[in-house]
């Protein structure tokens, strides 16, 4: 596919979007990012590349509302993982539950319509999430500042649909 369509209900800080315009120039992206720093920060790079295929919203995933017309050949992210890092925005979730409830639920609801949703997950977070079942691969990779264990990260792909 020359020109897919993505949606990253994650942006963080960009490398999804870099990864994917560099793969598919023409492609368009679509993405959210609920922190407004960063979300200014990716407003600059795609004013930098002169990118017009590329939307971020500064709303959280789970108040995107799609108002374009856009069918999503995937849907792909690293989802924030809930309690193990410390973001700097004001995103916050009463519990596990209340997360789960709302984040993860909107993202299950692509899902349905979108046969290509991959998410990239922590272990435990994944068995957490009862996804174990759904892994599609692996990324083995240098370990976050976050992480303070020994040895390389590996995280699983958890294909949703």
């Known amino acids: 596919m020359a020109n897919p369509v993505v949606l990253d209900p994650c942006?963080?800080?960009g490398g999804r979007l870099l990864?994917?315009?560099?793969?598919?120039?023409s492609g368009t992206y679509i993405g959210c990012e609920p922190n407004i720093e960063t979300y200014n920060e990716l407003q600059q790079v795609i004013n930098?590349?002169?990118?017009?295929?590329?939307?971020?919203?500064?709303?959280?995933?789970?108040?995107f509302r799609n108002d374009r017309t856009d069918k999503f050949d995937m849907v792909f992210t690293s989802i924030p993982y809930y309690d193990?890092?410390?973001?700097?925005?004001?995103?916050?979730?009463?519990?596990?539950e209340d997360?789960?409830?709302?984040?993860?639920?909107?993202i299950d609801a692509f899902a349905v319509s979108c046969k290509n949703t991959y998410i990239n997950v922590?272990?435990?977070?994944?068995?957490?999430?009862?996804?174990?079942?759904n892994?599609?691969?692996?990324?083995?990779?240098?370990k976050s500042h976050f992480d303070k264990r020994e040895g390389n990260k590996i995280e699983p792909i958890v294909k949703l649909s």
Do not use: M
Not at 99 to 106: A, L, P, Q, V
């Open 84 to 96: 193990v890092e410390v973001y700097s925005n004001n995103t916050e979730y009463k519990s596990f």
């Open 19 to 25: 990864g994917f315009k560099s793969q598919y120039p």
């Open 11 to 13: 942006c963080g800080f």
């Open 99 to 106: 997360w789960r409830d709302t984040f993860i639920k909107s």
């Open 122 to 133: 922590p272990p435990p977070l994944c068995e957490r999430l009862g996804w174990n079942d």
């Open 48 to 63: 930098d590349a002169g990118w017009k295929d590329v939307i971020v919203y500064n709303c959280k995933f789970e108040d």
């Open 135 to 142: 892994i599609h691969s692996y990324i083995r990779s240098n």
